[in-house]
């Protein structure tokens, strides 16, 4: 049932969303992959996701920063795909710092791309899917759009932020068959978690060691990472025709950190 769809996938270059286009890709829907990086390696990717499953898979290189180039990769894909059947809003940036020490660029930066590239994706995504009257939303929050942790203002903000997003956009289009929900991952082993921990240890006083074990790994009871599979495994779920009737979810998938 996904196969032939379109699926867009924000900050898909690496970590989470790489994974997640690759499952769509394996579920036979045409891709178009988004994200900084190596231009060899995203070339990779794609050719190996295109030969590998036999679909179409662009790359588009906006800045989820800008508004104006994510409404021209908005505009490009539906040009050419007739729509984007599922639009995966992932990219996302952290910074770790105390509110009082925090970069006013970064903080701007943060709640731009984590959030505000959200609503600049959605609102050219939605024409199409009302025209379809099919369409999957899925945004990539985080356990931080359900609770707080010390200097993460910038990305707590914004990650609650998505959650509100998330929960409007799903009342605005719950009868033109078409479902907004957020994922809420905890911790995955992602360049994203690599680069803030020495940030974190700062912050903290404390090694790395400790932030593994007593602040990433502390935070969620299973005591493991998340993996990128399983997050990518719930996005198929929620695109699926099984999940019509979820809409509106804010959808832990973190170790039961979120349970207290
Ligand atoms: P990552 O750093 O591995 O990947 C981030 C992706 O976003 C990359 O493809 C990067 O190129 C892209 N990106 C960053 N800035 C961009 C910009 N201005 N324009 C376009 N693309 C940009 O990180 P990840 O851990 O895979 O994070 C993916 C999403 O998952 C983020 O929204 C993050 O907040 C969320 N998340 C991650 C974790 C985790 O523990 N890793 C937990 C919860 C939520």
Same mark, same amino acid.
């Given at each position: 049932m996904l196969r032939g769809k379109t699926a867009l996938i924000t900050g898909s270059t690496s970590g989470i969303g790489q994974g997640i286009a690759e499952a769509f890709a394996a579920k036979g829907c045409n891709v178009v992959l988004n994200g900084f990086g190596d231009p060899a390696e995203i070339e990779l990717l794609r050719s190996r996701l295109a030969a590998d499953h036999e679909v179409t898979v662009r790359y588009d290189n906006a800045d &989820?920063? %800008?508004?104006? =180039?994510?409404?021209?990769? &908005?505009? %490009?894909?539906? =040009?050419?795909?007739?729509?984007?059947?599922?639009?995966?809003?992932?990219?996302?940036?952290?910074?770790?710092a105390p509110i009082d020490d925090f970069p006013i660029e970064k903080w701007e930066a943060v709640v731009a791309i984590d959030l505000m590239s959200s609503f600049y994706t959605i609102r050219r995504a939605l024409q199409a899917m009302k025209a379809r009257k099919w369409g999957r939303i899925i945004n990539v929050a985080s356990a931080h759009a359900l609770v707080a942790s010390p200097y993460k203002s910038a990305y707590v903000a914004a990650k609650h932020g998505v959650a509100g997003l998330t929960k409007t956009v799903a009342l605005e289009v719950a009868e033109q068959g078409i479902t907004v929900n957020a994922v809420c991952p905890g911790y995955v082993l992602t360049p994203l978690v690599e680069k803030q921990i020495p940030d974190t240890a700062k912050a903290r006083?404390?090694?790395?060691?400790?932030?593994?074990?007593?602040?990433l790994l502390a935070a969620q009871p299973t005591k493991q990472f998340v993996t990128v599979e399983q997050v990518a495994s719930l996005c198929l779920f929620l695109a699926s025709d099984d999940a019509a009737s979820i809409t509106g979810a804010i959808m832990p998938i973190e170790g039961g950190w979120t349970a207290h």
């Open positions: &989820m920063s %800008k508004g104006e =180039a994510i409404t021209v990769m &908005m505009d %490009k894909a539906i =040009a050419e795909f007739g729509a984007v059947d599922i639009l995966v809003n992932n990219a996302g940036i952290q910074h770790v006083g404390i090694t790395e060691e400790q932030v593994i074990k007593d602040v």
